[in-house]
T-cell receptor
Framework: AQKITQTQPGMFVQEKEAVTLDCTYD???????LFWYKQPSSGEMIFLIY??????QNATEGRYSLNFQKARKSANLVISASQLGDSAMYFC???????????????FGSGTRLSIRP | NAGVTQTPKFQVLKTGQSMTLQCAQD?????MYWYRQDPGMGLRLIYY???????DKGEVPNGYNVSRLNKREFSLRLESAAPSQTSVYFC?????????????FGPGTRLTVL
């Protein structure tokens, strides 16, 4: 069954340091996509980065990069040079895009609350 | 483009009352979703619709029904509200299966059941 696990309920990081948020997943489907979202205290969901299971290179979007280790089924988010505005909840999510299914169900992990110290 | 819109933004119900949460998207997306987010928790999928005319159960469908009215609109109905359904409800939409399109989220509906 499809499952996303985020084992860090909360993290504190000093401003300007790099931070890694962990995400592991479980799926029997060979074709899938992995997402990271940010949810600030205002409540909206903000898309950060995407990694496809067949993508050869790790995804990068500005200060965000995704450390994708397929054999270990992990998709950790790395934020370089953290800023005060990075304080938020971060969610890892997965979509199974099976060949024989038109469904595009996406499920989320329980999230990690990141707090940046000045 | 408005993106994904949800109505209402806030709602208070008494136990046993019914209501429908409305969601619409103007991005011509095939897939639409309803999630709930309890305080301090992640998002749990209630129902989703991969395409117009189809709906499927997610992780926590009990106590809810959905209707994919057309490609734009996907409503969530609580037939007999219970305090356990107090939550923030998010609607989302995304493009075509197999593509990397991320989900676009609405602003959420904060529901309290007394």
């Amino acid at each position: 069954a499809q499952k996303i696990t985020q084992t860090q309920p909360g993290m504190f990081v000093q401003e300007k340091e790099a931070v890694t948020l962990d995400c592991t997943y479980d799926t029997s489907d060979p074709s899938y996509g992995l997402f990271w979202y940010k949810q600030p205290s205002s409540g909206e969901m903000i898309f950060l980065i995407y990694q496809g299971s067949y993508d050869q290179q790790n995804a990068t979007e500005g200060r965000y990069s995704l450390n994708f280790q397929k054999a270990r089924k992990s998709a950790n988010l790395v934020i370089s040079a953290s800023q005060l505005g990075d304080s938020a909840m971060y969610f890892c999510a997965m979509r199974e895009v099976g060949l024989w299914s038109s469904a595009s169900k996406i499920i989320f992990g329980s999230g990690t609350r990141l707090s940046i110290r000045p | 483009n408005a993106g994904v819109t949800q109505t209402p933004k806030f709602q208070v119900l008494k136990t046993g009352q019914s209501m429908t949460l409305q969601c619409a998207q103007d991005m011509n997306h095939n897939s639409m979703y309803w999630y709930r987010q309890d305080p301090g928790m992640g998002l749990r999928l209630i129902y989703y619709s991969a395409s117009e005319g189809t709906t499927d159960k997610g992780e926590v469908p009990n106590g809810y029904n959905v209707s994919r009215l057309n490609k734009r609109e996907f409503s969530l109905r609580l037939e007999s509200a219970a305090p356990s359904q107090t939550s923030v409800y998010f609607c989302a939409s995304s493009g075509t299966p197999g593509q990397k399109n991320e989900q676009f989220f609405g602003p959420g509906t904060r529901l309290t059941v007394l």
